[in-house]
């Protein structure tokens, strides 16, 4: 009875585990697409030029495309932050080919 407990237990901490790792990833990638880093903490900046009157955002995470799998599949999109030399690797569902 008392094994029966413990194993509901485990199961149930490792699905609260499992959806609390998918939870965290998704604000990562949230961040890392606003263009913050999740781990250093530094963001995009604005600066205007006053000359020209042109604004720049320069941002710390530089995003590049590692796989994509078809037009409507899974895009694999690598992010480095520049400040920390964060990491990470990330799975977007494509945006298809229409707008090309
Ligand atoms: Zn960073």
């Known amino acids: 009875m008392y094994t029966l407990i413990f ?3 485990l199961f149930l ?9 998918f ?13 913050s880093c999740p781990s250093c903490g530094s963001e995009k900046k604005r600066f205007r030029d006053e000359s020209s009157g042109i604004l720049f955002e320069v941002s710390p995470i530089e ?5 994509s799998h078809g037009c ?10 520049k400040s920390c030399g964060l990491k990470e690797i ?5 945006n298809g080919c229409c707008s090309i």
């Open 7 to 9: 194993i509901l237990i």
């Open 13 to 21: 901490i490792s699905i609260f585990g499992t959806l609390l790792y």
């Open 23 to 35: 939870k965290t990833r998704k604000q990562k990638q949230a961040m890392l697409e606003a263009g």
């Open 63 to 67: 995003s590049r495309v590692l796989k």
């Open 72 to 81: 409507s599949g899974i895009v694999e999109i690598e992010y480095v932050c």
């Open 90 to 94: 990330h799975n977007s569902v494509g």
